[in-house]
């Protein structure tokens, strides 16, 4: 499924916990991406403070608690979670690299760490390392878009910014300087956590294309929208097994009640205790927010993973546009099973499927044989001469799909009504092969379980074929978008897709 060329990323954190876990996630996609910088940043969440002691008195979050005016937040000296989180990468580096090419090496990873606008909430006043590097990225004539990917605030973004604008504007360079960095980048954030995108990138740049890509499925309240056949998927059962267990990105990963801790005295972060009750943890001196405490060993959060899901090269090419949807959702809402037009159901609906790719390659982190792991289907759309349909004109959405292990196959297409802009369903025919009925005749002779007779059922190269007739109500520029799936059958399952937007022209 690779593509021509790798999407640019920089990615910025603050130290919140579950930050952790969307980094190690990311890791493991890496392969995938251009990983051009990891840079510290603040939010109104966490933020460093200058050492010098310097009193802050603007707003963040420990004004909710009534503190104040303080000179960090949250935020130990020393903290360094991409070091760490790339030093375990070098540790697994050479087994990733046996299952899938293109993984960055562990040094070229650490040379592109620097710290960015980390100091206040919200402060684009000075230059930082980090907030230096993206200016220069911005500025490079590298070719392709520069995704901008932070689950923190975006002082670092809008320093780099502010800082273009103050050498630039008043010369006769800003013209061409402005449409260039406004067609460049793509700015990818869990909210706007410092109020740096309303109060100064939003008003100074408004077409660099901002994409809000917050979720719950992804977040601490997962729970809450999780569809019910993938629950399982963060209990403390399959959590234990698919990730905890699973090499030292396993162990690193944050789960409920793993005696873990990211900041001394930090009242928001409870979530290391085990079999403690709400009114304990208050007895204590937290603060316990999330209004519960779940089974130790499972799922807290990666609330800021959906920033790049949809860069993911799976297929579904969700990076292409806001309202294509993908892992990460999109910028509009699903129906559910329900009927219910959902926002989460947008991102839920993929949660099954991610987990269990993330499993997948979890298990590439300990497996030295490429023999040893499964690997993705691989699918190819073949006899779609064109992306341009007519009204009444039938369809033929043809793909073969090959199994690189040699695990048996299941593949479907499916109308993703909800990112087209044709507004109902077409109605999608399978073409499938004939079945074979078997002839019985009493006594039977039927194979045990274990036969080498199963063998030959196994489908490790499958055609997937649909039809469908444009609606002859479609009118110019509708488009209508399918999905292939497929997936196979190994020990941990895997998806692989294919989407096909066709154009209406009358």
Known sequence: MARDNKLRTVVMHDPELDDINTIIRYLLYSNQFDTEGLIYSSSRFHWKGDGKGTLFYGESEHSNYGIGPIANWRWDEGSRFFEDAVDIYATVYRNLSVHAEGYPHPDELRSRIYEGSVEFPGDISKDSPGSNHIKKLILDDKPGTLYLLTGAGQST??????????????????????????????????????????????????????????????????????????????????????????????????????????????????????????????????TPWYGGVEEPGSWISEGDTSMYMNLLDNGLDAHVDASYGGWGGRNGKDIDPNGVSSKDYSSSRWFGAAQRDFAARLQWTVTPEYKDANHHPVVEVVGLDSMTVKPGQTITLKAIVKDPDGNHLTGRWWQYEEAGTYPRKVELLSVEEPNTEVERTYPFDIPAPGSPEIDKLIKSEIEVTSQFTVPTDAVNGQTLHFILEAWDNGEKPLTSYKRVVLTVSR
């Not at 406004?182 to 994409?211: C, H, M």
């Not at 001394?264 to 409870?270: G, L, P, R």
């Open 157 to 286: 973004i809008g320093r780099a910014l502010l800082s273009i604008e103050e050498e630039y504007k008043n010369s006769s360079q800003w013209k061409n300087v402005y449409e260039k960095i406004s067609k460049k980048i793509i700015i990818q954030s869990f909210g706007d956590q410092d109020g740096i995108y309303a109060s100064y990138i939003g008003l100074n740049w408004p077409n660099i294309e901002f994409r809000e890509v917050a979720t719950n499925i992804w977040g601490y309240f997962a729970r809450k929208v999780v569809q019910p056949e993938d629950r399982h998927y963060l209990s403390a059962a399959w959590t234990r097994e698919n990730i905890s267990k699973v090499g030292p990105f396993g162990e690193h990963y944050i789960v409920w009640g793993d005696g873990k801790q990211l900041h001394k005295n930090d009242i928001a972060d409870f979530f290391g205790f085990s079999r403690v009750t709400v009114e304990q943890l208050k007895e204590l001196g937290y």
